[in-house]
């Protein structure tokens, strides 16, 4: 079964931000290149910058989906990410040295009754992905377009904050991907296991607000999950419109 890479997308600041990339070179063992490079840690997160935290030591979607409308632009040269959501003016911070401005700016966002954003977290080596290995998520244009019919309307792909958009594929064909090795491009990655998911696909990606149940969707299939986590094993380049071979 063989299909075709649509769009890649990096998320700079997890939960803070998407930006599409026309092409990308994967390493071995590591993250989409600028993807998830920063976390905003909570003020009861016990993350330290030194290891590899779970998703609940940091400011989310999850529990605040007014994160969900950002959208962000990497200037890997300059080290900074530029900022933008529909009720804030951009903003344009390099995230470790301007910590206190990136919080100031996202405090607005965050729900009263939830813990306050508190300080930004890097761990070299590798994006803080949701998975405890450095993944790449990889995401079935028909699957999502069966949780839209199912549904009864459009929705996002951006709900679901994934990597690699690919087409060409039955729906659900990814889960049957477990454990095998897929080629995109030049790169090689093994399927790891299913994205299971949480209230962030709830949030309107151009709103940040939820109004779409979908994990009461998802669970029609009898599951909550959606898209695959995927080691990669070989790296190489990844463009838009490159094959997605099983191997």
């Given at each position: ?54 998703c ?17 632009r ?10 933008s ?34 300080r ?19 995401c ?22 994934g ?66 986590r ?6 190489g ?5 490159d ?5």
């Amino acid at each position: 079964m063989s299909g075709t890479v649509t769009s890649l997308w990096r998320h700079p600041i997890k939960s803070h931000g998407r930006e599409e990339v026309a092409t990308v070179t994967l390493t071995a063992g590591k993250t989409m290149p600028g993807d998830r490079i920063w976390a905003v840690a909570h003020e009861h997160s016990k993350a330290d910058g030194h290891a590899w935290a779970s998703c609940a030591n940091f400011s989310r979607v999850a529990k605040a989906p007014g994160l969900m409308a950002i959208t962000s632009r990497l200037d890997e040269a300059k080290g900074t990410v530029t900022l933008s959501h529909p009720e804030l003016d951009d903003i344009t911070v390099a995230p470790e040295q301007d910590e206190a401005a990136l919080i100031a700016w996202v405090t607005p966002l965050m729900p009263a009754h939830r813990a306050a954003s508190a300080r930004v977290i890097r761990v070299d080596g590798r994006g803080m992905t949701d998975s405890d290995f450095p993944s790449i998520t990889l995401c079935n244009a028909a699957s999502h377009r069966v949780v839209e019919q199912r549904i009864g309307r459009d929705l996002s792909i951006h709900r679901w904050r994934g990597n690699v958009w690919f087409g060409g594929v039955p729906e659900w064909e990814e889960f049957d991907w477990m454990d095998r090795e897929v080629q995109i491009g030049e790169a090689v990655l093994r399927v790891r296991e299913r994205t299971d998911r949480c209230a962030a696909t709830t949030a309107n990606p151009e709103t940040g607000q939820r109004d779409a149940d979908t994990l009461g969707t998802l669970g029609t299939w009898g599951h909550q999950d959606f898209s695959v986590r995927a080691e990669v094993v070989r790296g190489g380049a990844m463009t838009r419109g490159d094959r997605v071979q099983v191997l």
